[in-house]
């Protein structure tokens, strides 16, 4: 079964430019999350999308947004890119077929450099 | 300026020793966590997850311990071999607050032959 699937693996955007990440989750599974990981804050919460609706926000500012669409496929937006914008954006899949917790598995992420 | 990045403590091993990581959890209202191991270059991949009504979790190699009275999280993997060498990351969540979760600032585990 094929895991999380995360494209591109490598961006260079310039200051004020605007970016668009792709997230293919595994076969089934119908909850995305996407996460921001830097050196200086760690793995931060962004948002997650299941079943087309966004169901949870992390402390972003508006210039980060998502969606999902009806395959579970997901992408994330980031506006007016700033230099500290530059991270491992990773997206995770989960079952999530009921009100318990279910595993999460990682996409190998995408490395975004702002320059 | 800069940004200065976050002191991962480090835990270094002998090939075949057993590794405790641990780590603390913020919120006690947190009810399911999971350990995730994250190599250089590549997501985290999951090792373990245990939920509230449980204190003692096994797998292949590993166990986790979680006590809630003190909300620590503890991960032992038994017999330490340099495949092990990664960052290890706990993550908290809670049930019915959808798939968020909630990460700690890692440890590095450096195992030394």
């Known amino acids: 079964k094929a895991g999380v699937t995360q494209t591109p693996r490598y961006l260079i955007k310039t200051r004020g430019q605007q970016v668009t990440l792709s997230c293919s989750p595994i076969s089934g599974h119908r909850s995305v999350s996407w996460y921001q990981q830097t050196p200086g804050q760690g793995l931060q919460f962004l948002f997650e999308?299941?079943?087309?609706?966004?169901?949870n926000k992390g402390n972003f500012p508006g210039r980060f947004s998502g969606r999902q669409f009806s395959n579970s496929r997901s992408e994330m937006n980031v506006s007016t890119l700033e230099l500290g914008d530059s991270a491992l954006y990773l997206c995770a899949s989960s079952l999530a077929a009921g009100p318990m917790n279910t595993e999460a598995f990682f996409g190998q992420g995408t490395r975004l450099t702002v320059v | 300026g800069e940004s200065v990045g976050l002191h991962l403590p480090t835990l270094s091993v002998q090939e075949g020793d057993n590794s405790i990581i641990n780590c603390a959890y913020s919120?006690?209202?947190?009810?399911?966590f999971i350990w995730y191991k994250q190599e250089s270059g590549k997501g985290p991949q999951f090792i373990i997850d245990i939920r509230s009504n449980m204190d003692k979790r096994q797998g292949q190699r590993v166990t986790v311990l979680l006590n809630k009275t003190v909300k620590h999280l503890s991960l032992q993997i038994a017999a330490t071999q340099p495949g092990d060498s990664a960052v290890y990351f706990c993550a908290e969540g809670i049930t019915g607050g959808g798939n968020k979760l909630t990460f700690g600032t890692g440890t590095q585990l450096k195992v030394e032959l």
């Open positions: 919120n006690s209202a947190s009810d399911y």
């Open positions: 999308y299941f079943s087309e609706t966004q169901r």
